[in-house]
């Protein structure tokens, strides 16, 4: 959990920090919070145009899309019936899944950074560096999941989640006193 708040903090290579924040703040409330529920999710990553931005989300979409899959695709279902066999093949579809997901997301989140003035280049370096990063934070994230599950501890991808949320709890009681 330390490692995933660690990483939402570490800025993005070739971002300018300052005005990102700003954008995303604003983005955030011009959205009518989905761009905040997003960074919710990401424990403030995204707001801090973080290595790990792209948070556990893509992860999560791709479990979606393979439970979708294998329930309604007659040659997936006998995955189920497989046992632990069957599980591991679906947890490697998954991570394939997690992998296209992440690299969509990752060029979207470059261009769309470059687009808005928020690189300090908008060479092809940067993009490839911004979406290797953001691809590589993803896939990271998704092993420190597994990595809780396995050991034990809980659901992994869960108390990601729940390490997350509540790391914005000082924040958010801070700007209701301030509001009140």
Known sequence: LFIARV??????????????????????????????????????????????????????????ITQLLVATTPSLQQLRKEGEAGRKKIAQYTRYGTLALALVQGMAMSSGLESQGLSYTGSFMFHFVAVATL??????????????????????????????????????????????
């Open 7 to 64: 990483g939402a903090n570490i800025p993005l290579p070739g971002m300018n920090v300052g005005p990102i924040r700003e954008f995303m703040a604003d983005q955030a409330s011009a959205s009518g919070g989905l761009v905040g529920l997003y960074n919710m999710f990401t424990g403030g990553a995204l707001l801090n145009g973080a290595v790990f931005a792209l948070g556990i989300m893509p992860y999560i979409s791709a479990s979606i």
């Open 135 to 180: 691809v590589t934070g993803a896939m990271f994230i998704m092993w420190l999941g597994e990595q809780v599950t396995e050991r034990g501890i809980g659901n992994g991808i869960s108390i990601i989640i729940f390490a997350g949320i509540v790391s914005g709890f000082p924040g958010a009681i801070g700007q209701s006193f301030e509001q009140a």
